[in-house]
């Protein structure tokens, strides 16, 4: 048994792993015409402790998936129930700009009591989520998200699909209350707000049985508002089928780690290889040494099914072509600020301002020199235009860079392009590049999904018109 194995049955060990958890959280199929969202008590923490107070939606947290056909039209009455004005975006859709819900640019926030009427279409199959986009930072982090699933038209190779939404907590260790500072300056300066217990679909003891050779489809959600998730497989053989929902030319076998930054998903076809008896694991590696995300015992199958053969791609979704981008329109856009960063000043609300005034005002972080939403885009296209935009992150930080509306791809080297994505997780000292044709038009937020630094900073947006 490796390393990781032992380590991860220690942990499950001291985490209490082993109890059956209830599936409802799980399995919830039924799609309400109204997302309420309103104050929940739910239990997060394992079972002898108080349940947590969060904000859900529907009662619930993770709040109701959300699952349709391509094609299908999404129609829900936001109900909003909170003590806090609030919107939702439906992350990775490419949808009417009017339904985008981002508060202050696409509409205004909805005040408590009252209601907002979305309705789009779902032209793209993939693993998408919506999540509150007022005070994100705050609202994501008491929990306003849930899975939004929208199906191939036809049936993939697959015995069966688990949904699992990735989240870290910062919980009270006695009270297991959430920390109610949401605009902690160190949090907003520093690498965002990160959890002392990490849950998947809500609980850290997700348990879910699995028969020998069976073949699944993980959809992976990173709902956090800072961690970066390393993870990887142990009893099982994965492929990398869809990034942020879209769909990969040829599925990538996974080998050894890979990454979920906040905002992202990973769509995977998993093969069991563990034995009956044994656990496979989706491993989060914290250090040197992995943790289990997620438990799935082998049990024994009725009749014994063998292992499929390495699977086909999924089918590209419609339009989603990067052509030539030698014509394309060029953007930069430089990231500075932070803690440690090199940042002496920028422009605040329309004045220069030194950086020590930026950090009485919990500002920590420019995009271009400039502090947070200005009143001229960082691009402005006409629909159908190429656009790159050049990211120079110098910073110390890593930002995960979230493109509404819109999907791009990055500029590899040799002018390759890497797969489709909304979000791009960018290093400190790092340069990237990407592309994409704006072929919808609208006022697009472009920014850190770290949510903390956009609210400190990092948001900027693109207009297509
Ligand atoms: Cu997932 Cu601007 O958001
Ligand atoms: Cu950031």
Not at 189 to 217: C, Q
Request: hydrophobic residues 40%; glycine residues 8%; proline residues 6%.
């Amino acid at each position: 048994m490796s390393q990781t194995r032992r380590d991860i049955l220690r942990m499950g060990a001291s985490l209490g792993f082993g109890a059956l958890v209830p599936r409802t959280l799980l399995a919830a199929t039924s799609s309400p015409i109204s997302i309420v969202a309103s104050v929940a008590n739910v239990q997060l923490a394992p079972s002898d402790y108080p349940k947590t107070e969060v904000w859900g939606f529907n009662g619930q947290m993770p709040g109701t998936e959300i699952r349709v056909k391509q094609g299908d039209r999404i129609v829900r009455r936001f109900v909003n129930e909170l003590p806090q004005a609030s919107s939702v975006h439906w992350h990775g859709l490419r949808i009417d700009n009017a339904m985008d819900g981002v508060s202050g640019l696409t509409q205004d926030a909805v005040p408590p009591g009252e209601a907002f009427d979305y309705e789009f279409a779902a032209t793209d199959a993939g693993t998408y989520w919506y999540h509150a986009h007022n005070r994100s930072m705050e609202q994501v982090a008491r929990g306003l998200y849930g899975a939004l699933i929208v199906e191939e038209t036809e049936p993939v190779d697959v015995d069966r699909e688990e949904v699992l939404i990735l989240d870290d907590w910062l919980l009270n260790p006695e009270t297991a209350q959430l920390d109610p500072e949401f605009d902690a300056p160190h949090d907003r300066s520093h690498a965002g707000r990160r959890g002392n217990y990490i849950a998947t679909n809500g609980t850290a003891e997700t348990e879910l049985p699995v028969k020998a050779n069976e073949r699944l489809r993980l959809r992976l959600i990173n709902a956090a508002n800072a961690r970066i998730f390393l993870l990887g497989l142990s009893g099982f053989d994965g492929w990398v089928m869809a990034y942020d929902g879209m769909p990969l030319e040829v599925p990538e076998k996974v080998e050894g780690d890979f990454l979920l930054a906040p905002g992202q998903r990973v769509d995977l076809f998993v093969d069991v290889t563990a034995e009956v008896g044994e656990v496979a694991h989706l491993v989060r590696f914290d250090d040197e040494t992995g943790a289990s995300q997620a438990a799935f015992p082998v049990e024994a199958a009725e009749s014994s099914t063998p292992r499929r053969t390495s699977p086909v791609s999924l089918p590209a979704n419609p339009n989603m072509s990067v052509p030539g981008t030698q014509s394309a329109k060029r953007f930069e856009l430089k990231m500075e600020g932070g803690a440690m960063g090199s940042l002496r000043s920028a422009t605040l609300e329309g004045e220069k301002t030194s950086f020590r005034k930026m950090v009485a005002a919990n500002q920590f972080w420019s995009f271009n020199g400039v502090v947070g939403m200005t009143d001229a885009p960082l691009a402005e296209l006409s629909s159908g235009e190429t656009a790159r935009v050049k990211i120079h992150n110098d910073t110390v930080f890593p930002h995960a860079m979230h493109l509404h509306g819109m999907h791009f791809r990055e500029i590899l080297e040799n002018d390759e392009m890497g797969p489709l994505r909304d979000t791009i997780l960018v290093f400190g000292d790092e340069t990237r590049e990407i592309a994409f044709v704006a072929n919808n038009p609208g006022k697009w937020l472009f920014h850190c999904h770290m949510l903390a630094h956009a609210a400190s900073g990092m948001a900027t947006w693109i207009n297509v018109t």
